[in-house]
């Protein structure tokens, strides 16, 4: 019987990075709200689409992972993320800008999928404890996120 992974494992390392990321990912939502209804001229209502768009697509991305469909694992889910994040960012058009954010929840629902079924699985039987702290860690992505933000000039 093999050891489980520490702390210094790549599994480790990845998937607390990945859950910093999603923890990122919603904070700067709450920045950007206003910046999106003002942009494309939306009521707060209207703007906050995105947040329904973001929530479809993870929703849809773990029905596909529980369905065993093949290649989604972490690489796409990052790859998927932080493609919709720069179709956000660059947000061209308001339909545009929801594709993004469904693109962006794709990413975030297979890294919520993968890294939770990967650690519990891959610690053995610290599995469940270590689903409870890299769950956990996405907090320190809500909370650094903005502060990031604030910190190069608080500019949506």
């Known amino acids: 019987m093999s050891a489980s992974p520490g702390f210094a494992s790549r599994l480790f390392v990845s998937g ?21 209804a003002r942009l494309h001229d939306l009521g707060p209502a209207s703007a906050s689409l995105i947040l329904t768009v973001h929530s479809t697509g993870g929703v849809l991305a773990v029905l596909a992972a529980t369905a065993g469909v093949p290649g989604l694992g972490t690489r796409t889910a990052l790859a998927l993320m932080a493609l919709g994040a720069a179709v956000i960012a660059l947000a061209p058009a308001w339909p545009l800008t929801l594709a993004g954010g469904f693109v962006a929840g794709a990413g975030f629902g297979l890294i919520a999928t993968h890294v939770n079924r990967m650690f519990l699985t891959g610690f053995g039987p610290r599995g469940p404890g270590m689903v409870g702290l890299v769950n956990a860690v996405s907090g320190v992505g809500l909370i650094a996120g ?11």
Not at 147 to 152: A, I, M, N, P, S
């Open 146 to 156: 903005p502060l990031v933000f604030l910190w190069v000039g608080g500019v949506p």
């Open 16 to 36: 607390m990075v990945s859950f910093v990321l999603i923890g990122v990912l919603g904070a700067a939502y709450g920045v950007a709200l206003p910046a999106f």
